[in-house]
């Protein structure tokens, strides 16, 4: 028969300071791993929601990054006419010429600066991506040296407000609009015609180059004909694989916090033990009593390691409630796949609570299973004599 | 009385041991969380006397200066020397071996390295001589096994082309584990565009360094190619703010990691005061005073927090010492290191710790009503 769970609130409420205190390392330990992993998590799921599965993004053979790839305006011409490529409205070929290139400019109010990426598009380069919405302003016009910036890098850097002017190549743009792409990597850039990007820094070719295909089977013949053609010497990948690729940049952050996490969970259970064996030791007549009243060793040992997690679960509770605080909290980081700068929001999502919440209850385990032990293998009589 | 504390400490050993392994572990994450705080805010501190500086595009640094800067920068007064220097970025064999492969001006390189890093004058002269030639540092070397006349490739580079060197020189006591070849080697195999990523300059003086880092960037004002320059310890500074608010992060993790020690060790010596409540009472029947009492409960967690971060601290500084991170990290991990203010605010963190967490219960216990604590019985 099992000891009633009432037996073990009680005794959490008399010893309430030891419980709270117990109990709070514990929440700081769930706290952190929480915070931490939302963060990996974050910038995790802006690069994989990044995509569209039948979008091909063409780059240079044995480059890793848009940024450091190149493709020739004659290259672009190859693609263009390729079989497979999905039409616009207008009846031309879905295909946007891009060009990428890294500006340094100073985060709001700080001098120092980081990598952003100023992504020159084609007339269709918009339409590629569904994610794509305009929040304020308008879209920029070729020719008259006009961006449009995330919303993210509006809030987070200077000079990229609706109405400022940045400076950068040849002198200064004009930003037109603010847009959001929906929490992909794409809200962490500047866009703007990608002609415009091109003449004022003077480059003849392109990054890449982006081209919807008309479906599955046609994705797969395109990416034949490319990687086959030696003419060109360029690696077609979709769109979604190349971001995925990135998702690696999270790494180092979930290694840094199971690391920390880890740590201080050895702590927090050392802690929890403590708190255990004194309980025990303080009830040993107690439970020689129960023992007497016909309770087996193993409910015995099951009431202490419930006690433990108990304890464990009124610090993890909240640890997993403060932890939402942080849910959607925009911070930015370098992506070191394209070094340049990636903002993205803390994700804290019911999956990652409930790695919190096991979490708690694995310190509550550890912590209360050899004080329990050793409650439920007292000598009866013994037990009994104790004051 | 020193003997009645560490009695009064063992006589629960197994608390003693889980509370004070507890704090070691939670004391070694606290110290490397401050490792890493210094090292991102102070990069390369103490360790640079006459200081490196280099220049770049002022737009940023994936844009490339026109070759001719580095004439230009050269007339500037207070500079030493000047070098070119491209990050190649290639591998050799495979991608596994990667390390840091730099073209520079072989003239001037060791000029502006100078600090520490020496090479054989033979070798440095095999070095110039040949276009091909090459030179690697001391680590890279033991660690690849070379030996000088080895042909070495270069494979896998963003350049697009595969030099084939051969190694005239082994360089030690500076950046050791870098590998260079001439600028001019890359520069003829790209078909001589004449760009140069960034330039290193030595200055004479330390007090020069940030004239002439101003005169240099004035000389270029209003070009096509604005210059910043700035030591490279601020350009570390620079990388690392690219990173984000990693700092204030640690910061709070640093602060939730010094809370939960607290409450550990409040925990603990809560148990064990509050066990004792009648033996305090019985020791101030008997004449002894209330600093004595305190003295006794506070001593007892000083020993207990200190000797977790005697094992801590210390095995944070040996472990950290052994890897050796400053040695093989790069960019940001270049400094990873415990520096003696780090190990000072550390203990002085689980000193502050000790005292705070047996401070009250302790001093409620010694000044309590000896006859009703008397007859505490828990």
Redesign the interface.
């Known amino acids: 028969m099992a000891i009633p769970l009432k037996y073990n609130l009680r005794n959490l409420r008399v010893r309430w300071m030891t419980t709270l205190m117990t109990a709070a390392s514990i929440f700081l330990t769930v706290l952190v791993f929480v915070v931490l992993m939302a963060l990996a998590q974050g910038l995790q799921l802006s690069l994989k929601t990044t995509g569209q599965s039948l979008n091909v993004i063409i780059m240079r053979e044995g480059s890793q990054s848009e940024a450091t790839s190149s493709v020739t305006r004659e290259s672009l011409q190859v693609i263009k006419y390729l079989a497979g490529i999905a039409k616009t409205d207008k009846g031309e070929p879905w295909v946007s010429p891009e060009l990428i290139v890294l500006i340094n400019l100073p985060r709001r109010g700080q001098t120092q600066g980081s990598n952003v990426t100023i992504r020159g598009l084609g007339p269709d380069g918009p339409s590629l991506r569904p994610e794509f919405k305009m929040v304020e302003g308008r879209f920029f016009r070729s020719g008259l040296r006009e961006v449009i910036v995330s919303k993210r890098i509006a809030e987070r850097f200077e000079n990229c407000a609706l109405g400022d002017r940045l400076k950068f190549a040849k002198g200064y743009w004009t930003v037109v609009g603010t847009f959001d792409a929906g929490g992909t990597a794409y809200d962490s850039e500047i866009w703007t015609d990608t002609n415009d990007l091109g003449g004022d820094f003077d480059r003849d070719v392109y990054s890449t180059v982006m081209v919807r295909a008309v479906d599955a089977s046609a994705l797969a013949r395109l990416k034949d004909q490319i990687s086959n053609d030696r003419r060109l010497h360029l690696k077609p990948q979709t769109e979604r694989e190349y971001y995925e690729n990135q998702t690696r940049s999270a790494a180092p952050i979930k290694a840094l916090g199971m690391f920390i996490a880890a740590l201080m969970a050895v702590g927090a259970s050392f802690a929890a033990m403590n708190t255990m064996y004194a309980a025990v030791a303080r009830r040993t007549k107690e439970i020689g009593t129960l023992r007497v009243l016909g309770f087996s060793r193993g409910s015995i040992l099951l009431s202490f390691v419930i006690e433990s997690v108990l304890i464990a679960a009124v610090g993890g509770l909240p640890g997993c409630l403060v932890s939402l605080l942080a849910n959607g909290v925009t911070t930015g980081t370098t992506n070191f796949a394209t070094f340049s700068e990636v903002a993205f929001n803390f994700r804290v999502t019911p999956g990652l609570l409930l790695n919190g919440m096991v979490f708690a209850v694995v310190m509550g385990v550890i912590g209360g299973f050899f004080p329990a032990w050793r409650a439920a293998h007292e000598n009866i009589v013994s037990a009994l004599r104790s004051v | 009385m020193w003997r009645l504390v560490l009695k009064n400490l063992l006589r629960n050993k197994?608390?003693v041991l889980?509370?004070g392994?507890?704090?070691a572990?939670?004391l070694?994450?606290l110290s490397s969380?401050a490792i890493v705080y210094t090292a991102l805010g102070k990069p390369l501190e103490g360790t640079e006397t006459i200081p490196l500086m280099m220049v770049r595009r002022a737009?940023?640094?994936?844009f490339p200066l026109p070759a001719s800067h580095g004439a230009k920068i050269k007339t500037v007064p207070g500079v030493v020397a000047v070098t070119p220097l491209a990050w190649f970025g290639g591998y050799w064999v495979d991608p596994a071996n990667t390390f840091a492969n730099f073209a520079v001006d072989p003239e001037t390189i060791f000029n502006v390295l100078r600090e520490g890093s020496t090479i054989p004058p033979d070798q440095l002269e095999g070095f110039k001589r040949e276009r091909v030639a090459a030179v690697a540092g001391r680590r890279l070397v033991e660690k690849y096994h070379w030996k000088i006349g080895d042909r070495i490739t270069l494979l896998?580079s963003?350049w697009?082309i595969t030099p084939e060197l051969v190694l005239r020189g082994v360089f030690s006591g500076g950046p050791d584990d870098q590998f260079y070849f001439h600028y001019d080697y890359l520069n003829e195999a790209l078909g001589r565009p004449n760009i140069v990523p960034i330039y290193w300059v030595r200055v004479d003086r330390p007090e020069d360094a940030s004239r002439v880092a101003q005169a240099i960037d004035d000389m270029f004002r209003n070009t096509d190619a604005e210059t910043r320059t700035e030591s490279i310890s601020a350009f570390l500074?620079?990388f690392i703010?690219?990173?984000?608010?990693?700092r204030a992060?640690i910061l709070l993790?640093g602060i939730?990691?010094a809370?939960?020690?607290f409450?550990?060790v409040?925990?603990?010596m809560?148990?064990s005061i509050r066990e004792r409540t009648a033996e305090a009472a019985v020791l101030r029947a008997l004449g002894y005073q209330t600093s004595h009492i305190l003295a006794l409960f506070v001593g007892e967690s000083l020993i207990l927090t200190l000797g977790g971060a005697l094992v801590g601290i210390g095995g944070a500084k040996f472990l950290y010492d052994a890897l050796a991170l400053s040695q093989i990290g790069q960019f940001v991990f270049a400094d990873m290191r415990m520096r003696p203010e780090t190990l000072v605010f550390c203990f002085v963190v689980a000193l502050a710790l000790g005292l705070l967490a047996s401070g009250w219960p302790a001093y409620r216990t010694a000044r309590g009503n000896i006859a009703e604590t008397l007859r505490y019985t828990?």
Not at chain 2, 59 to 62: D, K, L, Q, T, Y
Not at chain 2, 241 to 246: A, C, H, I
């Open positions: 197994r608390r889980l509370t392994s507890s704090v572990v939670s070694f994450l969380l737009i940023g640094i994936v896998g963003f697009g500074l620079n703010s690219m990173l984000g608010n990693v992060i993790i939730a990691v809370f939960a020690i409450l550990i409040a925990n603990t809560a148990m828990g």
